[in-house]
């Protein structure tokens, strides 16, 4: 069952032909910083991902390793892309708050742990990874920042 999202105006729309049941929290700051809150988001590769109104899409390039792609017309942030080079490149972590019907969509991990904010917390007793151990895992090459 392929699910559709958009941004808030609709001038970006999407539809993933891959299944989507688990959506991961990030709660790194610049993450807090771009979606105003916590950035829930599921993963897409990138030949599973269907975009129309990519023209409306603008791409700021947050690090060195992914850009984060939103709505020019109503500023809805979308995805974040990988961009480095290797088996990851092109693959998107798109908003879950994009969908259109997240039924069936569950908070399954949370990663950047030790950057949340005090003040909240998700229910439950989810797998999670600080910050160093999410590069240990992903990026070993490049040097936290
Ligand atoms: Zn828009
Ligand atoms: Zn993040």
Avoid at 69 to 79: P, R
Avoid at 91 to 118: C, N
Wanted: proline letters at 3%; hydrophobic letters at 30%.
């Amino acid at each position: 069952m392929s699910k559709t999202g958009s941004c808030l105006c609709g001038a970006v729309k999407y539809r993933v032909k891959s299944e989507i049941s688990e959506v991961g929290a990030c709660h790194c700051g610049m993450c807090r910083k771009w979606t105003g809150g916590v950035n829930l988001a599921f993963q897409v590769a990138a030949n599973d991902m269907e975009i129309t109104g990519g023209d409306h899409i603008t791409y700021y390039p947050s690090s060195d390793w992914a850009e984060r792609g939103f709505c020019q017309k109503c500023g809805s942030s979308l995805f974040y892309r990988v961009t480095a080079e290797g088996p990851q490149k092109g693959e998107y972590h798109v908003g879950m708050g994009t969908l259109e019907d997240t039924a069936g969509v569950t908070l399954t991990s949370e990663i950047f742990t030790d950057e949340k904010p005090d003040g909240y917390g998700f229910a439950g007793d989810l797998p999670g990874m600080t910050g160093a151990e999410v590069f240990a895992m992903y990026a070993p090459d490049i040097e936290q920042k």
